[in-house]
């Protein structure tokens, strides 16, 4: 049961930058492949300022936030000429660039070492032992389904339909009138943001961070659970992270690790890319539809009710 909690747990993580990953590729088109970055910005951010200036864990989410939203706006404005493979490459570019500043930093992040000790988050004089998981994993669950209905609700207003327009035809959503640049930038710091957030909780869950946990196969990972659950689909983003989880620790679970090489994981996330690409490119759930048009005539409906 204990290590069943921990693949929910990091199910939760991962599943928050799922959600920002849709937002980006999902909804807005872009292919982007530097979650890990914004992953890793969170996650130092929260453990620099516990550490070294004693800040309590909730008043640095903010913090994480705030810098992942601001590189994600710097990331998105020089790409906005970018497309497909081109923006891939890019924003890959900028995920390793966090990664060897983390790595090279060392009066600031440690270095290769890393930052230790990082203080348990608390509420109150209660604090989420990350060893006894069971509140933990409620806390996780609760900011989980909290940015799923802000981000849902998202995707059916104004900017959810500029995305998508962008998406299928950028120069004909410029045409209408669609301000192409403000939704892509908007897409990239609210991507970023969630990821923040999600690099925050990685770090006072496992208590310490290192540059190594920030790798291009996080963001690849991240990919897998967006494109095998079905992009532009936030539930179907939190059905491919448990999956995902599930793949990555079912050596663990099962008691198989003689068997089955770390190593493997890797392997399987790619065979996941190319059969769902060639056999189901929609994903698992596919892609959620919303009527606007039905919600306009509801609308209308109750006005007319009321006069």
């Known amino acids: 049961m204990s290590f069943f909690q921990i693949i929910l747990i990091y199910t939760c993580i991962y599943a928050l930058m799922a959600i920002g990953q849709n937002l980006i590729t999902g909804y807005g088109g872009m292919l982007s492949l530097c979650q890990a970055g914004f992953f890793a910005l969170g996650s130092y951010a929260t453990a620099i300022l516990t550490t070294t200036y004693g800040w309590n864990f909730w008043l640095t989410l903010p913090v994480a936030v705030l810098i992942s939203a601001i590189c994600g706006f710097v990331i998105g404005m020089p790409t906005l000429r970018l497309k497909g493979d081109y923006l891939a490459i890019a924003t890959l570019g900028f995920g390793e660039i966090v990664r060897n500043v983390i790595n090279n930093w060392d009066s600031l992040t440690k270095g290769p070492m890393g930052i230790q000790k990082i203080p348990q988050a608390a509420i109150l004089g209660f604090k989420f032992n990350p060893y006894k998981k069971t509140a933990f994993l409620i806390m996780l669950v609760v900011v989980l389904a909290i940015c799923y209905f802000l981000f849902r609700r998202l995707a059916r207003s104004r900017m959810g339909r500029a995305l998508a327009a962008v998406r299928e035809d950028e120069i004909a959503a410029a045409s209408m009138g669609i301000n192409t640049t403000k939704y892509k930038v908007s897409a990239f710091i609210l991507g970023a943001s969630v990821a923040g957030i999600a690099g925050s909780f990685q770090a006072v869950y496992i208590l310490s961070v290192t540059p190594g946990t920030y790798t291009f196969m996080v963001s690849i990972m991240v990919l897998c659970m967006v494109v095998l659950g079905g992009m532009g689909n ?30 493997a994981k890797q392997i399987i996330f790619g065979l996941i890319l190319v059969v769902m690409m060639i056999w189901r490119p929609q994903g698992i759930m596919g892609r959620e539809k919303f009527d606007y048009s039905g919600e306009k005539r509801k609308k209308g409906a109750k006005d007319a009710t009321r006069n």
Do not use: H, K, W
Not at 236 to 263: D, R
């Open 234 to 263: 936030f539930l179907a983003c939190i059905l491919g992270a448990f999956i995902i989880q599930f793949i990555s620790y079912f050596p663990q679970l099962t008691g198989l690790t003689n068997v089955i090489p770390a190593q």
